[in-house]
Nanobody, 125 residues
Framework: QLQLVESGGGLVQSGGSLRLSCAASGSSLDYYVIGWFRQAPGKEREGVSCISSSGSSTIYLDSVKGRFTISRDNAKNTVYLQMSSLKPEDTAVYYC??????????????????WGQGTQVTVSS
């Protein structure tokens, strides 16, 4: 059973940076697509980014393009979300999620089966 644990959230000023980590246990991430999602108070959850199991393909929410970078280190069974030029509207609980997929070079923002517990990111103005 794959388990995911997020870390790296916190309070940061507008324009600052944070790096979120998603550490997996219970299974190798070699064939899992990983996605990052966020949910702000009173809003629906939205997909932020995903990365294919090989790391060759990524997708980003338009509002984070150029500011966020997703990456993975399969040897460490960990996926990262580097967030820069943070804005108050980035404030949310951030979740990582995973699904197993036969293609190693594709990812999508739907179909996730395994979820972490979330980490809070707060950006002050």
């Amino acid at each position: 059973q794959l388990q995911l644990v997020e870390s790296g959230g916190g309070l940061v000023q507008s324009g600052g940076s944070l790096r979120l980590s998603c550490a997996a246990s219970g299974s190798s991430l070699d064939y899992y697509v990983i996605g990052w999602f966020r949910q702000a108070p009173g809003k629906e959850r939205e997909g932020v980014s995903c990365i294919s199991s090989s790391g060759s393909s990524t997708i980003y929410l338009d509002s984070v393009k150029g500011r966020f970078t997703i990456s993975r280190d399969n040897a460490k069974n960990t996926v990262y979300l580097q967030m820069s030029s943070l804005k108050p509207e980035d404030t949310a609980v951030y979740y990582c999620a995973a699904y197993r997929f036969i293609s190693r070079n594709m990812c999508a923002m739907t179909g996730y089966y395994y979820w972490g517990q979330g980490t809070q990111v707060t950006v002050s103005s």
